[in-house]
């Protein structure tokens, strides 16, 4: 018998501005101390964009997000010490512009902008590696131990 794994919608917001890519350090488990790009699971029938736009204003603030998301994918994780729940998620990222006051919001124990060379030496989650990857800020394949993922 095949285990049914659960699929979880989530959505992101890619922040670039003068060469440099704003990230949030999360505050809170799972990856507790990873920086990520800003983003979250949808609510129950949220539409990508709404959960984009929403989890950037708790994360981050003001950002204008692009309409369409540049990259969409499907991420498989195992059980593992940080979610104790082998799951999937699908994930749209969306690229977006300050668009008022960023501050670090309730989740996020911090925000930086990060170069394409400050990025390689960051523990980063792994949602997070493959959005750089699609973008050409590196290559993380060395790192992700404990996932697959179905690039669509």
């Known amino acids: 018998m095949i285990a049914e794994i659960k699929l979880e919608n989530t959505a992101c917001v890619v922040v670039e501005n003068n ?10 488990e799972p990856f507790s101390g990873y920086w990520a790009v800003p983003g979250g699971h949808s609510e129950n029938g949220e539409i990508s964009s709404k959960t984009a736009k929403r989890e950037s204003m708790e994360e981050i603030g003001q950002v204008d997000i692009d309409p369409e998301p540049f ?45 394409k060379e400050e990025v390689q030496s960051l523990n980063l989650t ?27």
Not at 19 to 28: F, I
Not at 83 to 93: R, V
Not at 128 to 137: A, D, F, V
């Open 19 to 28: 060469g440099k890519l704003l990230l949030v350090k999360r505050a809170n």
């Open 71 to 115: 990259h969409i994918f499907i991420h498989d994780w195992f059980a593992d010490k940080h979610t104790p729940k082998t799951h999937q998620h699908k994930c749209h990222a969306f690229r977006a512009r300050i668009g008022g006051e960023i501050r670090a919001g309730s989740d996020a124990a911090e925000i930086g902008w990060f170069s």
């Open 126 to 152: 792994v949602y997070t590696q493959l959005i750089l990857e699609k973008m050409g800020w590196g290559n993380f394949n060395n790192r992700r131990k404990n996932s697959v993922t179905v690039r669509l």
